[in-house]
Structure formats: structure tokens, C-alpha cells
């Protein structure tokens, strides 16, 4: 991952809305939420839900799929692996410390 993608990436999660946003995402897994869904949990209201998700989307930490009528947001897993990955690469100088986290999820698998 390069300096740029990450930060990126941090800088949409360093607002308070969004990162509520993205931790009940992680929480719903692979299935995802509805956006009303999402709304209701987070209580944020609708009309700046929509901004806080194109946000998330832009810094490729979230996506979005139509079933039916509703849009249902999933957390891109792979994304939030890499940048754990990236904020960790160089834990302890490389040297032999047990890692951080075990890989999370993968892109298109079920939690581990």
C-alpha cells in the first residue's frame, strides 16, 4: 500500500460519523447493512448518512450493492487487511514479535 492509500484511508476514518459508520459495518460482516439500516444503528440521519458513505466509498473502505430496492454497504475487507498490513509492516524494527492481528477476513470469504 503507498503513503497516499493510507492516508486516504485514515483520514476518512478520523471523523467521528464515519467511523461509527464503518465499525457497524465490520460488525455486520460480509452481509452488510441496508443504508437505512445503517442510519438507524448509527442514528445518523439520512440526509448526511449518504455524504459519510460516499466518503468510505472514495477511500475504497466500503462498498455498494442494489438487492431489490435498498443499496446495501459491505466493508471491503481486503482493503482493511492491507491497510492493518501497512500500519504494521515494520512493527518491532522486522524483528521477531508476534504479529498484531491474524488476517481479519478475506475479500470474499466468510469472518475467520
Same mark, same amino acid.
Given at each position: 500500500?503507498?503513503?497516499?492509500? #493510507?492516508?486516504?484511508? @485514515?483520514?476518512?476514518?478520523?471523523? !467521528? =460519523? /464515519?467511523?461509527? *459508520? $464503518?465499525?457497524?459495518?465490520?460488525? &455486520?460482516?460480509?452481509?452488510?447493512?441496508?443504508?437505512?439500516?445503517?442510519?438507524?444503528?448509527?442514528?445518523?440521519?439520512?440526509?448526511?448518512?449518504?455524504?459519510?458513505?460516499?466518503?468510505? #466509498?472514495?477511500?475504497? @473502505?466500503?462498498?455498494?450493492?442494489? !438487492? =431489490? /430496492?435498498?443499496? *446495501? $454497504?459491505?466493508?471491503?475487507?481486503? &482493503?482493511?487487511?492491507?491497510?492493518?498490513?501497512?500500519?504494521?509492516?515494520?512493527?518491532?524494527?522486522?524483528?521477531?514479535?508476534?504479529?498484531?492481528?491474524?488476517?481479519?477476513?478475506?475479500?470474499?470469504?466468510?469472518? @475467520?
Amino acid at each position: 500500500m503507498e503513503n497516499k492509500t #493510507a492516508v486516504i484511508a @485514515l483520514a476518512a476514518l478520523a471523523q !467521528e =460519523s /464515519r467511523l461509527a *459508520i $464503518y465499525r457497524a459495518l465490520v460488525q &455486520a460482516g460480509p452481509e452488510g447493512l441496508a443504508a437505512g439500516k445503517i442510519s438507524e444503528t448509527t442514528g445518523i440521519a439520512p440526509s448526511s448518512l449518504s455524504f459519510h458513505l460516499k466518503e468510505l #466509498a472514495h477511500a475504497n @473502505l466500503i462498498s455498494s450493492r442494489n !438487492e =431489490s /430496492r435498498f443499496v *446495501i $454497504y459491505t466493508v471491503n475487507f481486503s &482493503a482493511m487487511n492491507d491497510l492493518l498490513g501497512f500500519l504494521t509492516e515494520n512493527c518491532c524494527g522486522g524483528n521477531a514479535c508476534l504479529p498484531v492481528l491474524k488476517p481479519i477476513c478475506a475479500s470474499d470469504e466468510e469472518p @475467520l
